[in-house]
Each structure stands twice: as C-alpha cells, then as structure tokens.
C-alpha cells in the first residue's frame, strides 16, 4: 500500500467526470487500498478516484461504527429529505462550505470483486456519499454551497 497525493482545487482532473470501472481486478484492490491509507493519513472521511488523480467511479467513505464502504459504480437510485450543514474537502483545504444535501440516500454499487450490494445511508453518512458521488461528476462542494469561509 502507498499513500497518493491528494489533489487540489485548480487541478483540471476534479472537473472531469470518470468512467466506469470495467475490471474489478488486483490493480483496483492496490487503488482501494491505497486510497484508504490515504484518508486515513489525512484524517479524511471521504475519498473519490479523480481526488487521487484516477479518473474511475470509485469512492470509499468512513461510515464510522460500520467501517468503510467501497463504492465501485456507485448509483443513487433514491434521495429523500434535505439536511443542511457544513463541509469541507481534502481537495479544497482552505475553505469551508455550508451545504444542503439529502437526508437519506439509497445507492447500488459494487464492491471491489464485483459483488452489487445496496446501502440505504442516513445523516453524516449520507452526506459523504453524496459529497464523494459529486467527485465522481467532477463537481465539488464548492460548486454548490449556499457560502462559504475561509478556514
């Protein structure tokens, strides 16, 4: 395992939307891994693919007594009610954003040997999947904070 560098607001790979993983092979479970030492180090919740300078549908998020979840294709299928607060980003280091999001999200994706699985994702944790899903479209929570403050 390795640790990646985390990219930042600026670099034209956050803009861009990935594409789907079509191998669910070593070289994805050395991705996943590394990724997950990665935001470990950085005390992270979150982490998506284009954030480690890979352009694939991938994410892994901290669901805290549960462990971590890795999202391969990930795709909401539901979202319901609304919650409102604050975010920040390994990506955007030196802002922070008051954000709304879905209270409660559904999502079917893979896991990293190709199995389908579906979460059903509440509060904190549903927050993250849609802040990590967002990476993936190449958009960032900067793109759609109602403010945001320097930190």
Not at 105 to 113: E, H, L, N
Request: with cysteine; proline share 3%; net charge negative.
């Amino acid at each position: 395992m390795a640790i990646r560098n985390i990219l930042q607001l600026g670099d034209d790979t956050l803009r861009k939307k990935c594409f789907e993983v079509t191998d669910f092979d070593d070289r994805l479970h050395t991705l996943l891994d590394d990724m997950r030492e990665t935001l470990v180090k950085a005390d992270g919740v979150g982490l998506a693919g284009p954030q480690v300078g890979v352009l694939r549908r991938v994410f892994i998020a901290d669901a805290e007594e549960e462990g971590y979840y890795e999202f391969i294709n990930p795709v909401i299928v539901s979202a319901k009610g609304s919650q409102t607060g604050t975010e920040g980003c390994l990506s955007v280091r030196s802002k922070w954003g008051t954000v709304t999001r879905p209270n409660k999200v559904t999502v079917k994706a893979f896991d990293r040997y190709g199995k389908p699985f579906t979460v059903v994702a509440k509060g904190k944790f549903a927050r993250i999947i849609c802040h990590e899903y967002d990476h993936l479209e190449g958009r960032l929570f900067v793109d759609i904070a109602d403010s945001l403050e320097d930190r």
